[in-house]
């Protein structure tokens, strides 16, 4: 994925490329490389962009020990286990987070779930 971002005036712009899946493992294979590699791919496919581009940020988050996935789901089986009840209230404990999402996903279920467990804490008066 290369998504061109353009939020503020100035004369260049930012972009980030964006890799997941079995040709993400390969790039976090060349290790430090997989920079290099990836502006080597873009000048490739993208003639024009050698010599305008310059790699600011690389993260490579297969070395990253905080990071156990991207996204939150529930496997078959799950919902009915225990998912319907798992954002319900125990006792003072309020429940927020991705995992007791109902509608937006990614960083908006965090919201999202946040306003939810917000407004239970306001009902109990
Ligand atoms: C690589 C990557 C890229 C992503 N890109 C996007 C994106 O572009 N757009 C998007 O919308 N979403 C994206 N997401 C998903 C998004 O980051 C999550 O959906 C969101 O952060 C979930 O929020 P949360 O509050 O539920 O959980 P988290 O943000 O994971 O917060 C949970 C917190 O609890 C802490 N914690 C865990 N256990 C304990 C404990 N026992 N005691 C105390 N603290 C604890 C953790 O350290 C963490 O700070 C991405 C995720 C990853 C990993």
């Given at each position: 994925?290369?998504?061109a971002?353009?939020?503020?005036?100035?004369?260049s712009?930012?972009?980030?490329?964006?890799?997941?899946?079995?040709?993400?493992?390969?790039?976090?294979?060349?290790?430090?490389?997989?920079?290099?590699?990836?502006?080597?791919?873009?000048?490739?496919?993208?003639?024009?962009?050698?010599?305008?581009?310059?790699?600011?940020?690389?993260?490579?988050?297969?070395?990253?020990?905080?990071?156990?996935?991207?996204?939150?789901?529930?496997?078959?089986?799950?919902?009915?286990?225990?998912?319907?009840t798992?954002?319900?209230?125990?006792?003072?404990?309020?429940?927020?987070?991705?995992?007791?999402?109902?509608?937006?996903?990614?960083?908006?279920?965090?919201?999202?779930?946040?306003?939810?467990?917000?407004?239970?804490?306001?009902?109990?008066?």
């Amino acid at each position: 994925m290369f998504w061109a971002i353009r939020n503020y005036d100035g004369p260049s712009n930012r972009a980030m490329i964006v890799r997941t899946g079995p040709s993400a493992m390969a790039i976090t294979r060349r290790g430090a490389g997989g920079a290099e590699f990836l502006l080597s791919e873009l000048h490739r496919l993208r003639p024009a962009s050698v010599g305008k581009v310059r790699m600011k940020t690389y993260k490579d988050w297969a070395y990253d020990p905080l990071q156990r996935g991207c996204g939150f789901s529930l496997a078959p089986g799950q919902v009915n286990r225990f998912a319907r009840t798992m954002p319900e209230p125990w006792k003072t404990m309020h429940f927020a987070g991705e995992h007791t999402r109902r509608t937006d996903f990614g960083m908006e279920s965090a919201m999202e779930s946040g306003e939810r467990a917000v407004l239970e804490i306001l009902a109990r008066g």
